[in-house]
C-alpha cells in the first residue's frame, strides 16, 4: 500500500524526516509522534506534496508526486484548517468533487451523503466561517471520503471535537477500516490512536523508532527501567534507602530536591515506597511516574536507538 | 518490429492519457471559474472593482469639464486625445490594477489561506485550478474594463468613428488583460510571497521604460505590440503622436500572434514551474 | 497539605522606562524585516543612486563651479541630467549644449535669442537668475564672490531631485513590501489581545509600528542625502566656506524626510490595518500611488504647457493634489527652497504648496485616526 525506502527530507539544514524505511500492507495505521516529530511531513510525502531529498515514495504502486490516477483513489485530511469563511460547507465539498472530475449532479449526490455521514446536514449550508472547530474537522472529513477513496490519510482527525464526537468518529474510522479500506491516521495521542487501530508506528525527530502492534511496543520496552520521579526533602537518605532495598536499578539526582530512580520493579516499588519513606523519615512533596506520557514511552525508545539500553 | 510496436502502444497510452487529462481540465475549469466568480463577489472585491470602473469616467468628466475654455470647449471630444486617454487609463492602468490583484495572488491566496492541500491532491488539481483561477482573473478585468469604456463615453463621445476607436479599445483589452494576466499568474507562481512587488517592479521597469528604447528589446514588452496594434487598428483621426512614436511595420496578425503566443508561453511556463514546486502551508513572514 | 496563597508578586527587577516601550515592537519588526533577502537587496539597489547623485556633486565642485577647467562641458552635461537646465546658465553661451536648447522658439514677447527658456526645466533657470543678476562672470554675483548662492541652489536641487526621483520610487516599493503585513498580520492572527494584555498602549503600538518604516526609510533616504551632503563638503575648493553657505542643508535634508516618511508611514499602516489579507494592503498601496500619478499625468499631457489658458494651468497645478507622488514632491520642494524658483512660481502656485502641506497634514491625522481606530477595535464591546 505505502512503501518508504530510505526517504530523508531536508528543508535547507532542518531535517524534517531521517531515513525512513516503511513498508504498509493494506489495513489501518496509527502514525504516533510528539509535536514536531515529522508526522506531517511523512504525510505530505505520501501525498505527494513533497518530493523526498533522498529515498523513494511509493503509494499504491506508484509515486504520489503530479499522480492523477493516485489522486483518485486517495482522500487526505490535511491537520490545517484550510477552510473560506465566505464559502458553504456544502458549495466547498461539491467543489472538490468536481475537481476530482465527477459532473455537477454527482458531485451534488455524493457532497450530500458524504455530509449526512459525518453528521454535518444541518450545518451544510452555513458558511464555514462560523464553524464551530468540531465542525471544521467533521466537514474537512466530508471531502476526504466523499468520491470514496481506497486509501484515507487523516493528520490528527480528532483535534477540537467534543467526547460525543471523538466517539462518533472513531466509530466511523473504525466502520471504514471494516470495510477493508486502507487508513493511516496521525496523531500525537496514543489512545486515540489506539482506540482505532492496534498497529501504529511511532515517529520522533524524524525518525522511525518503532513499528507493530501495541503490545510488540510495550513488550519493547520491558528490558527499559521504569523511571518514577521523587520530589522530597532530604534526597541522599532516600536513595541510600532504596538502594539498600535493591529494587532500583539507577538513582539520579535532578535539582530542586527531585531524584529520579529506574527500576524493572516498579509495582514493588509503588507498593512498599510509604512504608520506607517513614521508616527513613523523609518528607515526600511529589511522585511522579516519567512513564505516564507518550513524551516518556518516545524518551525510552530514543535510549535503546541510541544504545543506552 | 517489436519495438515499432512498443513505440506505438507508448504513443497510444500517452495520447489517451493526455486526452483524458484535457478532457478533465475541460470539464473541471469552468467549475473553477465558477467557484472562484462567486468568491470574488465578496465586499471588498465588489468596491475594488467599482472603484476601477469609475475611474476613467470620472477623469475624462474632469479633464472634459473642468479643462474646457473658450478656445477649447469641448477637450475630449478631439478624438486624438480621447483615445490616447482611454489607451492609457482601460486597457492599461484598469486592466492592470485588476489583474495585480486577481492574478497575481492566484496561489499564494491559497497557501496562505491554508487551502492549498486540499485543492493538491485533487486528480484535476493544481492546472486546471491554475487556469480556472486565470480565466477569472481576465473574465472580471475584461468586464470591469468594458464597463469603464462604457462609463467614460457617457461622458464624452469623440467626433468621427467613434464605434470604431471604442471597438478597438475594446479588443485591446482582451488582449492585454490575457496577456498580462498570463505574465502576472507566472510572477505569482514563481515568487509566491513577493508576487505582487516583483509584478509592480517588472510593469515600471520593463513594461513602461524598456518599451520605449528604440531597440530590438521593447519587442519583448506587451506595450509595445499594444501600442502598434493601436496604432494599426485606430481610425487615422484617432491616432495620436503616442502610437505612432515607438510603431513599427509589421502586420496586426503579427502583434496578435505574439501576444497570444506570450500568453501562452507564460501559461504554459507557470503550470510546469507550479508542477514542480513543492508547496506547503508555512505561516507567511 | 498548607495551600500557600503568595498573591501577586510585582517584579522586583528593573522596567524599560514606559516611553521606551514601543522599541520593543520595533526592533523585532525591523528584524523580521531583515530576514527578507529580498528587501536586503533593494536595500543594496537603493543606495545605486546616491552613487550617480555623487556624482553630481563632484562634478559641480571639481567642474562646473570653475569655468575654466578642462572637462567642463562633459561635467556640466552630467550636471544637467541630474538637474536639467542648469547647464545653460552655468555656461557661457559658445559652450551651451545644444540638447539643451528649446527647438521651439519662445513664445513670450520680448523673449531673447539665447536667453534661457523657462520651459526647459527648472532648477537651472533659478541659478540663472542667481548669476545673471549684476554680475560680470559666473561666481562674482553681487554679493556673493564665492558662489554661495549658486552653490546652495544647485545643491539643493541636487538633493531635491535625489528625494524626488530615485528615492521616491524605491521608497514607495520598500514600504510596499514592508508596511503590508506589519498590521495586517497582528488583524488576522487578533494578536492585539496579546499586545495589549501586556502594560503597552494604543500609542506606543503605532509608534513602533511606524518606526520600523521610518527605520528602513532613513536607510534609503536620510542617511544619503547626508552622506551626500558631506560628500559636496569635502570635495568642495578649501577656501571656500561651504558649510557657512549650506549649513541649513543638512537640517532641510532632515526635515524632506520627515515630509516623506510620516504621512507615507501613517497611510500605509493604515491600510495595512483595514484588512487581514495583506495583498489588499499591497493593493491599495500602489494603487492610490499608480492612480493619483496616472490622473496628472493624464491632465497635464491633455493640456500642453505651451497652449494652455490661465485658467487651464491653474487647474492642473490644482491637479497635483490628486496625486500623492506630486503633491509630496511640492512640499519637499519648499522645504529645500525651492518653491520661487519654479519657472511658473506665482502667489497662486504657493498658495498651492501651502494647500498640498495641509492635505498631507491631513492624509497623515485621517490614516492615524484609521489607524487607532482598526487597533482598538478588537477591545470594543
Known amino acids: 500500500m505505502i512503501e518508504l525506502d530510505h526517504v530523508t527530507k531536508l528543508y535547507g539544514s532542518v531535517i524534517g524526516v531521517n531515513d525512513v524505511t516503511m513498508s504498509l500492507q493494506g489495513g489501518a495505521y496509527g502514525l504516533l509522534g510528539p509535536n514536531g516529530s515529522g508526522k506531517t511531513t ?154 482505532v487501530t492496534h498497529s501504529f508506528m511511532l515517529i520522533c525527530g524524524g525518525r522511525l523508532l518503532a513499528a507493530g502492534t501495541s503490545e510488540e511496543v510495550h513488550n519493547l520496552l520491558a528490558d527499559v527501567p521504569h523511571e518514577i520521579r521523587i520530589r522530597c526533602d532530604n534526597p541522599p537518605q532516600l536513595a541510600r534507602r532504596l538502594i539498600d532495598e535493591g529494587v532500583v536499578e539507577s538513582v539520579r539526582f535532578a535539582g530542586e530536591g527531585a531524584l529520579i530512580l529506574g527500576t524493572h520493579r516498579p509495582a514493588t516499588v509503588y507498593a512498599q515506597l510509604p512504608q520506607w519513606v517513614q521508616s527513613s523519615g523523609v518528607r515526600v512533596h511529589e511522585l511522579r511516574s516519567s512513564d505516564d506520557s507518550l513524551q516518556a514511552l518516545f524518551n525510552s525508545l530514543l535510549k535503546i536507538h541510541r544504545g543506552e539500553s | 518490429m517489436n519495438a515499432l510496436r512498443a513505440i506505438w502502444l507508448f504513443l497510444r497510452l500517452r495520447t489517451r492519457h493526455l486526452f483524458r487529462v484535457l478532457l478533465n481540465a475541460v470539464r473541471t475549469i469552468p467549475a473553477v471559474l465558477g467557484f472562484e466568480c462567486r468568491r470574488v463577489s465578496a465586499l471588498p472585491r465588489l468596491i475594488i472593482t467599482v472603484g476601477l470602473v469609475i475611474f476613467p469616467g470620472v477623469l475624462a468628466a474632469l479633464v472634459h469639464y473642468c479643462g474646457a475654455h473658450v478656445r477649447d470647449p469641448e477637450p475630449l471630444r478631439q478624438p486624438e486625445r480621447w483615445t490616447f486617454m482611454m489607451f492609457v487609463l482601460v486597457p492599461e492602468v ?31 488539481g493544481k492546472v486546471p485550478i491554475l487556469l480556472g483561477k486565470y480565466l477569472t482573473a481576465v473574465v472580471w478585468t475584461v468586464l470591469a474594463a468594458w464597463l469603464a469604456l462604457v462609463l467614460s463615453l457617457i461622458v464624452v463621445i469623440p467626433s468621427g468613428k467613434a464605434h470604431s476607436g471604442v471597438l478597438v479599445l475594446g479588443a485591446l483589452v482582451v488582449l492585454s488583460a490575457l496577456t498580462y494576466g498570463a505574465l502576472y499568474v507566472l510572477i505569482g507562481v514563481l515568487f509566491l510571497r513577493r508576487s505582487m512587488i516583483v509584478a509592480v517592479a517588472y510593469t515600471f521597469v520593463f513594461e513602461f521604460l524598456v518599451s520605449w528604447i528604440p531597440a530590438m528589446v521593447k519587442q519583448f514588452t506587451v506595450q509595445y505590440h499594444l501600442r502598434n496594434l493601436a496604432a494599426i487598428w485606430l481610425p487615422s483621426d484617432y491616432v495620436s503622436g503616442f502610437f505612432l512614436a515607438s510603431a513599427g511595420t509589421a502586420p496586426w496578425w503579427q502583434h496578435v500572434l505574439i501576444l497570444l503566443g506570450m500568453t501562452a508561453v507564460f501559461l504554459t511556463a507557470a503550470a510546469l514551474v507550479l508542477r514542480r514546486r513543492q508547496l506547503i502551508t508555512a505561516p507567511e513572514v | 497539605m498548607p495551600i500557600y496563597d503568595l498573591g501577586y508578586r510585582g517584579w522586583q527587577g528593573r522596567l524599560v522606562p514606559e516611553a521606551g516601550r514601543f522599541w520593543a515592537i520595533t526592533t523585532t519588526g525591523i528584524r523580521l524585516a531583515w530576514q527578507s533577502k529580498f528587501l536586503r537587496r533593494i536595500l543594496l539597489l537603493a543606495w545605486a543612486p546616491t552613487a550617480l547623485f555623487a556624482a553630481g556633486f563632484f562634478a559641480y565642485e571639481q567642474f562646473a563651479s570653475r569655468l575654466d577647467n578642462q572637462g567642463t562641458r562633459q561635467a556640466l552635461e552630467f550636471l544637467s541630467f541630474l538637474v536639467p537646465g542648469v547647464d545653460d546658465h552655468l555656461l557661457p553661451p559658445e559652450l551651451r549644449t545644444r540638447q539643451f536648447r528649446s527647438s521651439r522658439p519662445d513664445p513670450r514677447p520680448g523673449a531673447q535669442a539665447g536667453a534661457p527658456d523657462p520651459r526647459i526645466p527648472r532648477g537651472g533657470a533659478a541659478v540663472g537668475r542667481a548669476w545673471r543678476d549684476g554680475r560680470s562672470g559666473p561666481g562674482e554675483e553681487a554679493g556673493d564672490s564665492d558662489g554661495g548662492r549658486q552653490r546652495h541652489l544647485v545643491w539643493s536641487w541636487l538633493l531635491s531631485n535625489f528625494f524626488r526621483y530615485p528615492q521616491a520610487v524605491v521608497m514607495a516599493l520598500m514600504v510596499g513590501i514592508i508596511a503590508p503585513p506589519l498590521v495586517a498580520q497582528d488583524v488576522r492572527t487578533r494578536a492585539f489581545m496579546l499586545y495589549f494584555s501586556r502594560p503597552l498602549t494604543r500609542i506606543e503600538y503605532v509608534v513602533g509600528k511606524m518606526a520600523v518604516l521610518w527605520g528602513y526609510l532613513a536607510l534609503i533616504t536620510t542617511l544619503p542625502a547626508l552622506f551626500l551632503y558631506v560628500l559636496g563638503v569635502f570635495l568642495s575648493p578649501p577656501d571656500v566656506p561651504v558649510v557657512w553657505h549650506t549649513w541649513d542643508l543638512p537640517l532641510r535634508i532632515l526635515a524632506a524626510s520627515a515630509v516623506l516618511m510620516i504621512p507615507t508611514t501613517a497611510l500605509a499602516l493604515a491600510l495595512s490595518s483595514l484588512t487581514s489579507e495583506i495583498r489588499y494592503a499591497t493593493f491599495a498601496w500602489f494603487a492610490i500611488w499608480a492612480v493619483g500619478w496616472v490622473t496628472y499625468a493624464i491632465v497635464n499631457a491633455s493640456m500642453p504647457p505651451g497652449a494652455r489658458t490661465p485658467g487651464q494651468a491653474v487647474f492642473v497645478d490644482r491637479m497635483t493634489l ?46 492615524l485616526a484609521v489607524l487607532f481606530r482598526r487597533v482598538s477595535s478588537p477591545m470594543r464591546i
Not at chain 1, 455524493?110 to 474537522?137: I, N
Not at chain 1, 471520503?145 to 482527525?157: C, K, R, S, T
Not at chain 1, 467526547?163 to 496514543?190: C, N, V, Y
Not at chain 3, 511640492?330 to 519657472?343: A, D, K
Open chain 1, 42 to 195: 511523512l504525510l505530505n510525502l505520501i501525498t505527494g506534496q513533497l518530493r523526498p531529498t533522498i529515498g523513494t515514495v511509493r503509494v499504491l504502486d506508484r509515486p504520489p508526486m503530479n499522480n492523477v490516477d493516485l489522486f483518485r483513489r486517495l482522500g487526505v485530511c490535511p491537520e490545517r484548517d484550510g477552510l473560506y469563511p465566505g464559502v458553504t460547507g456544502f458549495d466547498w465539498v461539491c467543489y472538490l468533487m468536481r475537481l476530482h472530475g465527477f459532473g455537477r449532479r454527482e458531485a451534488v449526490a455524493r457532497t450530500e451523503k458524504a455530509v449526512e455521514l459525518v453528521g454535518m446536514k444541518d450545518a451544510m449550508h452555513r458558511r464555514m466561517g462560523g464553524y464551530s472547530r468540531g465542525m471544521r474537522q467533521r466537514i474537512k472529513l466530508a471531502q476526504a471520503l466523499a468520491h470514496g477513496p481506497e486509501l484515507l490519510i487523516l493528520d490528527e482527525p480528532l483535534n477540537g471535537l467534543d467526547p460525543i464526537g471523538r466517539h462518533e468518529m472513531t466509530d466511523l474510522l473504525k466502520q471504514w477500516i471494516r470495510s477493508g479500506r486502507g487508513l493511516l491516521f496521525a496523531s500525537h495521542i496514543l489512545h486515540e490512536v489506539e482506540a
Open chain 2, 94 to 124: 484598469v486592466c492592470l490594477l485588476g489583474l495585480l490583484l486577481w492574478a497575481t495572488p492566484v496561489i499564494q491566496t491559497e497557501v496562505e489561506g491554508k487551502t492549498w492541500p486540499y485543492l493538491a491532491v485533487r486528480p484535476c
Open chain 3, 322 to 367: 490628486a496625486s500623492f507622488y506630486h503633491t509630496l514632491g511640492r512640499v519637499q520642494h519648499w522645504v529645500f527652497g525651492l518653491e520661487t524658483s519654479l519657472p511658473d512660481a506665482s502667489a497662486a502656485s504657493i498658495n498651492m504648496t501651502a494647500t498640498a502641506a495641509i492635505e498631507m497634514a491631513a492624509i497623515t491625522l485621517v490614516s
